[in-house]
C-alpha cells in the first residue's frame, strides 16, 4: 500500500500513541500523547496537503521522523 503524508505535519509538536499500541514490557508511553482523533480530524479537514508516496521494491523515501503517515493495511499474500 503507498505511504501517505501530511504536508507541514513536521512542525507539530504534538506526539499520538498510535491506535492499539500498549506498553511494550509493561511501559506505559507518556499520558500526554494526544487523541488519535485529533489527527485524524486536522487530516480530514487537510485533504489537498495529502501526499502519496508510491514506492518499488529498492526504492527509499526519506521523511522528518515527526511527519505524520499512514498507510492502508497490506492486503496480499
Not at 489537498?48 to 497490506?74: E, K, V, Y
Request: hydrophobic share 35%; net charge negative.
Amino acid at each position: 500500500a503507498p505511504l501517505t503524508t501530511l504536508r507541514g505535519s513536521h512542525h507539530d509538536s504534538r506526539l499520538f500513541r498510535p491506535p492499539g499500541a500498549s506498553g511494550k514490557d509493561g511501559v506505559e508511553p507518556p499520558t500526554d500523547y494526544a487523541p488519535v482523533a485529533d489527527m485524524l480530524t486536522e487530516v480530514a479537514a487537510r485533504p489537498s496537503d495529502i501526499q502519496t508516496w508510491t514506492c518499488r521494491a529498492g526504492d527509499a523515501l526519506l521523511i522528518h521522523p515527526m511527519t505524520w503517515h499512514a498507510s492502508l493495511p497490506q492486503r496480499s499474500n
